[in-house]
């Protein structure tokens, strides 16, 4: 195809006559012409100066000497320094303070009989539900590193998860908090007998993670 055709294009005038109002106009046709591609001029071999020892490959047999062995060696030792250091370093603790593992469980027992207590005696509160999970929380910081902003049941149960404590307890976290918002700010939530019960249970089942 050489050309481009006559275009008819038919459009609206309503400024025209009656049964004048829609003229017809036409696109002249364009010729095409197709024209050999120029000609570009090959650019000129840039020449080569590099010696000519530096363009040829001569494999040579590859033997393990003492000194690659030597070094192998020196790698693995630096790559087990680590690990071996660490361990070290447990044991000294563990003999210097023989009875830090024992302390620990300690203010860990510490804090469940405290938790405990104020949970027994939350229905003397005058709002037992919200005595009841401030006992719980108070205990899950004692507990665990939990940051001051944890404060809603998912936020409390992600930071629980974030330090190692596994999915179904930390699902069983959540909705005893749900539990006690229900009991706060709805008619239908738990009685404090109920929450207290289900929240020394927590606490029970938390000291034996």
């Known amino acids: ?8 294009f038919h459009y609206y005038n309503p400024a025209a ?3 004048k109002q829609f003229p017809l106009t036409t696109a002249k ?3 095409i012409t197709v024209a050999a591609p120029r000609q570009k001029a090959e650019p000129a071999a840039i020449p080569l100066t590099e010696p000519e020892w530096l363009m040829s490959y001569a494999p040579r047999p590859v033997s393990l000497s003492r000194s690659m062995i030597a070094a192998e060696w020196v790698w693995l030792a630096l790559a087990l320094a680590g690990p071996i250091a660490a361990l070290a370093w447990y044991f000294a603790w563990r003999r210097i303070y023989p009875d830090a593992a024992r302390l620990a469980q300690m203010r860990r027992t510490r804090a469940a009989r405290r938790a405990n207590n104020l949970i027994r005696r939350a229905h003397r509160a005058p709002d037992p539900p919200t005595a009841v999970a401030a006992a719980v929380l108070g205990y899950l910081r004692a507990r665990f590193p939990l ?3 944890a404060v809603t049941p998912g936020e409390i149960g992600s930071e629980l998860g974030e330090v190692g404590l ?3 307890d930390c699902l069983a976290v959540e909705d005893f908090f749900r539990a006690t918002d229900a009991a706060r700010f709805t008619a ?11 929240a020394i249970a927590l606490v029970a089942r938390l000291e034996a993670v």
């Not at 195809?1 to 008819?8: I, K």
């Not at 239908?188 to 289900?198: E, K, Y």
């Open 1 to 8: 195809m050489d050309r481009l055709p006559t275009l008819a």
């Open 17 to 19: 006559a009656t049964g």
């Open 188 to 198: 239908m939530g738990d009685n404090a007998a109920s929450l207290s019960h289900d």
């Open 147 to 149: 940051p001051p902003a």
């Open 166 to 168: 596994p999915r179904a």
């Open 29 to 31: 046709e364009v010729r």
